[in-house]
């Protein structure tokens, strides 16, 4: 099974998605935050990124930017997961290389089919 | 400002710290209360998928006990409404702040380095635009 990394900085959504993701039997790590996933992903490596936007020390525009760089993670799905809705914000998300925009609150059906989608 | 009395701003910038630290209790209940929301949905669930593991899906109590992980998936998507409020309220929390921060410079004067110790003004606007619950948009690239 897929193991995903999964980042934001309010505890309680971080709870959300790793019990979305463990229910559907993936396997989850944690992170508080762009520059914490960023230390994470040196040692090992992801089959999908879930990332929140705003966040302190490194958002999550910047964090898919540096991800791209990186050998690893330029075929990595990269999802980011925000309340920000905006057409500009969406538009900064997908030159920095993430491959989709949910806008929160998401529905855990609903994630998990985008999941599959695009792990496929 | 120079035309309010001093006692009259002294009250305002008292009201508007009360009001942060109000804010800031707030934030603490909604937190608390969400981590102790989440943790008993996700035992319940967690007892449901034991209770209807390595049983035929489509039998009579399977099916009622699958309604009621659905259910619990959508009490889900309610539930983010704590990172949301979160959010709303850290924004507020800094923009009053700067306020009563403000007030105290334009009122009682400054003196060298006063300017750094105003909590700065949220660069951008609230970034939570959301009036509803319902579950948001997605748009893969």
Redesign the interface.
Known sequence: MHTILAV?D????R??VS??LK?AGYTVVEAVDGQDALEKSVSRDFDLVITDQ?MPRMDGISLTRKLRESPHFKNTPILILT????DEM?QS??SAG?????????????LLE?IK??TR | MSQLPVWTVAALQDDLLTATNDLDRLQGLL?HA??TL??RF?GA?GHI?LLIQDKPPEAVGCVRLSGAIDHL?GA?????????A??LIHHTHTRLRHCADQLGVLSFGSEDGDEALIVAAPLRPN????SE?????????
């Open positions: 934001d309010s505890a309680s959504m709870q959300m019990f979305t229910s705003n309340t920000e809705s905006s969406k998300g997908r993430a491959t989709g925009w949910m806008v929160k609150p998401f529905d855990p059906t609903k985008v989608k695009v | 937190t969400c981590e989440i943790e996700s669930a998928n998936g889900m998507t309610a539930l983010q409404f704590q990172d949301m979160s959010q970034p939570v635009t959301q619950m319902d579950a948001g948009s997605v748009e893969l690239f």
